[in-house]
């Protein structure tokens, strides 16, 4: 890949064809961007859109020089094993950044309680989504960065909440893998119901790098919940596994 990161505004880790580096130009004050993705036609697509990609490997660690101003990863975690790769990936794109890092995520913690309600968020029944990583696994894996002292704190937040069964990213149960919204004739009928828990569309996180950080989301992001941030910590060791 790109060895002096400096070159670029910001990284888009996972960018498939080069819509969430759209999202980064448009939102976050962003310039001139980089995309990376292991998937060569991904990245033909990107490029043919006129936006600078390089194919690369981001399970593992990579050799470069400077840091962009941010990172993004937009709905690229969940095609990538949890542990340790998730938190591998993580790592490196906070070793790449001078000011923030940026997650959006599906939503995944409320699975066990939807089901419970004879319901299913569509995307947690993708054959392609096979990290399920909730808002706890990934506090964790940013807490235990906290405390190296490899970021500043970050903020993790319920993105669109989702109140009622009837909620057209809710399908039932029993509908087949790889479905998109409810559709009456597709997925047949479904009762509504309040969802008396908390669910979200998406998870949303942002890292902060430097201690003058913004941790809050743009305000395309507005409808949101601060869910877990945070706490103020000491650096210390530990024997552990971790």
Not at 161 to 183: E, F, K, M, R, S
Not at 211 to 231: C, F, M, V, W, Y
């Amino acid at each position: 890949m790109t060895t002096n990161l400096a070159d670029f505004d910001f990284l888009d880790f996972g960018c498939s064809d080069g819509g969430s580096m759209a999202f980064a130009r448009d939102h976050l004050g962003a310039t001139r961007g980089l995309g990376l993705d292991i998937d060569e036609r991904k990245i033909a697509t990107a490029k043919a859109q006129g936006f600078t990609a390089e194919v690369a490997d981001l399970s593992r660690p990579l050799e470069f020089s400077g840091k962009a101003r941010f990172v993004i990863m937009s709905h690229f975690l969940e095609h990538v094993p949890y542990h340790p790769t998730t938190r591998q990936i993580i790592e490196t794109a906070c070793a790449a950044s001078r000011d923030f890092v940026m997650i959006r995520h599906p939503w995944f913690d409320s699975d066990a309680e939807l089901a419970l309600l004879g319901v299913k968020c569509f995307w947690s029944d993708w054959s392609g989504h096979i990290n399920h990583m909730t808002s706890l696994q990934l506090y964790l894996i940013l807490l235990r960065l906290l405390r190296k002292g490899a970021i500043s704190g970050f903020r993790i937040f319920g993105h669109v909440p989702v109140t009622d069964t009837g909620a057209d990213c809710l399908i039932p149960l029993q509908a087949p893998q790889d479905q998109h919204h409810y559709n009456l004739e597709r997925h047949g009928a479904k009762a509504s119901a309040p969802v008396p828990f908390p669910c979200f569309r998406e998870l949303v996180a942002v890292i902060g790098i430097g201690p003058a950080a913004d941790l809050d989301p743009p305000q395309i992001i507005a409808k949101r919940r601060l869910l877990l941030e945070s706490p103020v910590v000491a650096p210390f060791t530990t024997s552990a596994a971790v």
